[in-house]
């Protein structure tokens, strides 16, 4: 991937940032690239570790994907909430696309049935991991699309067959 001043990037730990500069390797020093987020976090990489931890934004084909996986009718997980905690951290910290629409997916279907007997709502760092997915991903789809965030979750929660999707918020007040 040729990292190039003012491309957009994707940081699995921090989301997409924006490749701010580049320096060149002095002596002992090796060539490294700066990223800035929107938050103001600037990250600085060398060439060869940011090389392995960045990918480009996700392309429309990618996207097709990514609805295919929201649409995508998948039996509810049933592992112990242990196993299923360890593999949606891995997928939210993974950063790929896909995984986090799966992320998504399993998590708002789980919240919307939780008042089902057989299901349970999500656990606090559930929900935590899930809101990072959710957020993630949405803000992937709008950089993709030149679309505000707001529609891009708007887009994602559609296509999991949502009617009324549960806040985003962590600190909205639910009584």
């Not at 799966?102 to 349970?120: P, T």
Request: charged content about 25%; overall charge negative.
């Amino acid at each position: 991937m040729s990292l190039s001043v003012g491309d957009r990037v994707v940081y699995a730990s921090h989301g997409i940032g924006r490749v701010e500069s580049r320096q060149s390797g002095d002596g002992d020093l090796p060539e490294s690239i700066t990223l800035v987020f929107e938050s103001g976090l600037r990250v600085s990489l060398p060439l060869a570790r940011a090389g392995e931890t960045l990918r480009p934004l996700a392309s429309e084909p990618e996207l097709d994907d990514v609805r295919r996986t929201l649409e995508a009718d998948v039996a509810a997980p049933t592992e112990p909430w242990a196993k299923r905690q360890r593999s949606t951290q891995e997928k939210v910290v993974a950063g790929h696309v896909i995984g986090l629409a799966e992320v998504v997916r399993d998590s708002l279907r789980r919240e919307l049935v939780a008042g089902g007997a057989s299901v349970r709502a999500l656990g606090p760092s559930e929900r935590e991991l899930y809101l990072r997915a959710r957020k993630l991903l949405a803000a992937e789809i709008a950089a993709c699309r030149g679309i505000e965030a707001a529609a891009a979750d708007a887009w994602i929660v559609q296509h999991v067959g949502s009617e009324q999707p549960p806040s985003t918020d962590s600190n909205q007040n639910t009584s």
